[in-house]
């Protein structure tokens, strides 16, 4: 089994095709890269071949490197982890720079025989990191192709050589849009960047590739940096305007990542230290760099979480093995902005809508809520007029439950009351196919309870999407007592189709996602009433990786839906309910009308146009600042282990049947500290003995709610981690 094959043609231009065998998209293996080698070796070594061009039987270039064999790269390094990966980074720059160089006299830079490379479609990290190292790249005019470099979304950045490279073609602040956020482009966009140099017809590619390669010249396979004088674009950090670029780069990373996140600082030292020293140390620089990233815990754990352990759930890792269960038509009961977004993502993906509301404007404005986002993606230029027309063609906006006959998925999204759900419920079911599966869009309601006004509870199920529906990736799909699996498999199946991430929890109030972040809201307000600073609270999430801090966080989702659930959890709980003292605090300013950003006052202040301005001046008034404050540590932990408590005792009750689903639910669903991969893989870098420590003192400090669960305190006294002991088997302490 090969991963590239080479073939020489009558003119002398060494073909070197990459077609890795079972995937419908070329990953690079260690053993690719080897084949690789052998067959460049090949053509440099052959007087008949004139130049080589390198290009993919499939219709992309490539996918990047198989991030299984980067997640392993580290165990397998052997007692030596740091030698083991620095050498096996060297050994891809050494291939690469082999491409570069190809043959070429050191000191004349004559005598080399040009390489091109030929990308039918989307090139994305080592696919595009190859490339660079060729001497000129020639994409397909294919507008869906994506070209790139998006490492650093998983925690890693580009370590064969595109940190360097595209650091030195475009200059360091042209370079980081690409390097540091992970920009993707179309053919024609990164050729107007400066990434690839030429757009050609798809059916002229390789024709364009190989007339190239016969006519080049020994000056043109030369790479800038190899030549005589070269100089950095917008100048080297040494030089006045290159000086001013990595200062304002080092401000702008730091601001963004709030220095939670390695991979960002490394890249940025790559670039700064690489550009101080020729181009061949440079890429030692970019390995050492790659090399410490990789043995930061953090960068496996991202790893992990945001492609493996995603890309697992997409795929249907815990599907009940019933058969395809493709929706063809979609109702959506309800035209709120929940029904809108739903109605719209589901249009996108090709299915057909019915879209119904009590009354025909509501209906209509819902559909009119679709139209709005195809109109922003048209002034991107992202949406035709042919799509957004066609997307809207889908969508019937109705007051006529008749229209819901043939539907096969039914997702209601009406006012989070039982009554009101348990009526559309009835009418629907009046109307649909006995096989149809019904669907509740629910944060907070039990599904088993909702499941009672339904006469068919086996195709009864929760799918919870996250606001705003079209932005959000993550689905929660809960299982009810009597749901069954052919709904559940309708559920991901359907999730698949509008191409988001489904976890699969069981009933239990707030299912995962809420159950897990009401407490870290909670924890930040309960700090406010304690007299800890609220810009100490803000200020201590984000740091710790928190997109948001509690307070802005319950401002985005209003506090008067904060105090609806207080109030409903607190008739649920009795006297049980732990949380009076965050109440105080919420239902005060919501008695004030402060009821967060939609009224443009709450924890924070705003201006007349929704701007944030800062932290309401009243909360210091109405809540003195303690003279003492704790330690940024103390606060950081309160607020983390508020969270990933909840996502044990979730694993532990059984609402969690599968770790990678808590942690991606918790990055997807609520942004949970990505750098960390998810509380359990956090837990895991922490080490269950520390936790268990921090855990107790907590408690002892503030209370049973950061009791330490009885697994946690059995996997510390085992010395487990949460990946070594589960996979996806259900968890319970012995």
């Not at 989070?416 to 599966?437: F, L, N, R, S, W």
């Not at 100490?536 to 307070?551: F, K, S």
């Not at 929704?610 to 909360?619: D, E, P």
């Not at 330490?708 to 010395?719: H, I, V």
């Amino acid at each position: 089994m090969t991963d590239f094959t080479y073939s020489l043609g009558d003119d002398g231009v060494a073909i070197i095709t990459w077609d890795v065998t079972g995937k419908s998209m070329n990953v690079m293996s260690l053993a690719g890269f080897a084949e690789l080698d052998g067959h460049i070796d090949t053509a440099l070594a052959d007087s008949a071949v004139k130049g080589v061009v390198i290009t993919s039987a499939k219709k992309d270039f490539a996918g990047g490197m198989d991030l299984n064999v980067i997640a392993r790269m580290r165990e397998d390094a052997g007692a030596e982890p740091a030698k083991g990966l620095f050498d096996g980074v060297m050994m891809m720059h050494g291939v690469l720079r082999k491409i570069e160089r190809a043959g070429m006299d050191p000191k004349t830079l004559k005598g080399g025989k040009p390489i091109a490379a030929a990308l039918p479609g989307t090139a994305l990290g080592i696919g595009l990191e190859l490339p660079l190292a060729c001497h000129r790249i020639f994409a397909a005019d294919n507008p869906k192709a994506k070209i790139g470099l998006p490492e650093i979304m998983i925690g890693i950045f580009p370590g064969a050589g595109g940190t360097t490279r595209v650091s030195r073609k475009l200059g360091a602040m042209a370079a980081a849009p690409f390097l540091l956020e992970g920009k993707l482009s179309d053919p024609k966009s990164a050729k107007n960047a400066g990434l690839i140099d030429e757009v050609v017809p798809a059916e002229d590619l390789l024709t364009r590739a190989r007339e190239w390669v016969l006519s080049a010249k020994d000056a043109d396979i030369v790479k800038p940096w190899d030549a005589k004088g070269y100089k950095m674009p917008g100048g080297a950090p040494y030089h006045p305007a290159g000086f001013m670029t990595f200062v304002g780069a080092s401000a702008m990373v730091n601001g963004k990542t709030q220095g939670v996140f390695p991979a960002a600082k490394a890249l940025l030292a790559a670039v700064y230290e690489g550009a101080l020293v020729p181009f061949d140390t440079a890429l030692k620089i970019e390995a050492r760099w790659f090399t410490n990233v990789m043995l930061n815990p953090s960068s496996t754990a991202m790893i992990r979480s945001l492609f493996i352990n995603k890309e697992a759930l997409e795929k249907g890792a815990n599907r009940p093995g019933v058969p395809d269960q493709t929706v063809k038509k979609l109702g959506v009961l309800g035209a709120g902005m929940m029904g809108a977004g739903i109605a719209y993502v589901a249009a996108n993906a090709g299915i057909e809508v019915v879209l119904i509301d009590a009354a025909q404007d509501a209906a209509d404005r819902g559909k009119a809520h679709a139209e709005g986002i195809l109109a922003k993606g048209m002034k991107r230029g992202k949406v035709s007029a042919d799509k957004m027309a066609e997307v809207l063609g889908r969508i019937t906006a109705t007051t006529d439950y008749a229209a819901l006959d043939g539907a096969d998925l039914i997702v209601e999204a009406v006012f989070e009351d039982p009554k009101v759900k348990a009526g559309v419920t009835a009418q629907a079911e009046a109307v649909i196919p006995a096989t149809a599966v019904f669907a509740t869009n629910t944060s907070t309601l039990p599904i088993s309870d909702l499941a009672k006004a339904s006469a068919r509870p086996a195709n009864f199920i929760g799918i919870h999407f996250f606001s705003p529906v079209d932005k959000m990736m993550l689905v929660e799909i809960i299982r009810g007592k009597e749901t069954g699996d052919v709904a559940v498999a309708k559920a991901l199946d359907f999730v698949r189709q509008i191409r988001k991430t489904p976890i699969v929890v069981n009933d239990a109030r707030f299912f995962y996602a809420n159950r897990c972040i009401i407490p870290y809201i909670n924890e930040g307000i309960r700090m406010v009433a304690e007299g800890v600073a609220p810009a100490l609270v803000e200020n201590a999430a984000r740091l710790v990786g928190m997109p948001l801090g509690p307070l802005q966080l319950v401002d985005e989702t209003s506090i008067d839906l904060g105090v609806k659930i207080a109030k409903a959890t607190r008739a649920a709980m009795g006297d049980a309910y732990p949380d009076g003292a965050v109440d105080e605090v919420l239902f005060a300013l919501a008695d004030q009308g402060r009821l967060g950003r939609k009224s443009n006052a709450g924890f924070y202040a705003y201006d007349d146009k929704g701007g944030r301005l800062g932290l309401w001046s009243g909360l210091a008034e109405a809540y003195p600042v303690s003279d003492t404050q704790p330690e940024l540590t103390e606060v950081q932990h309160r607020l983390l282990f508020a969270q990933v408590l909840e996502a044990v005792r979730a694993l532990e009750d059984g609402v969690l049947t599968d770790i990678r689903e808590g942690d991606v639910g918790a990055i997807l669903g609520w942004g949970f500290a990505p750098w960390s991969g998810g509380p359990f893989s956090w837990l895991d870098i922490l080490g269950a003995e520390r936790a268990v420590e921090i855990c107790d003192r907590l408690t002892a400090t503030y209370g049973a709610r950061f009791t330490t669960p009885a697994l946690l305190r059995e996997m510390a006294s085992k010395g487990e981690t949460f990946y070594g002991r589960f996979t996806t088997a259900p968890a319970k302490a012995a």
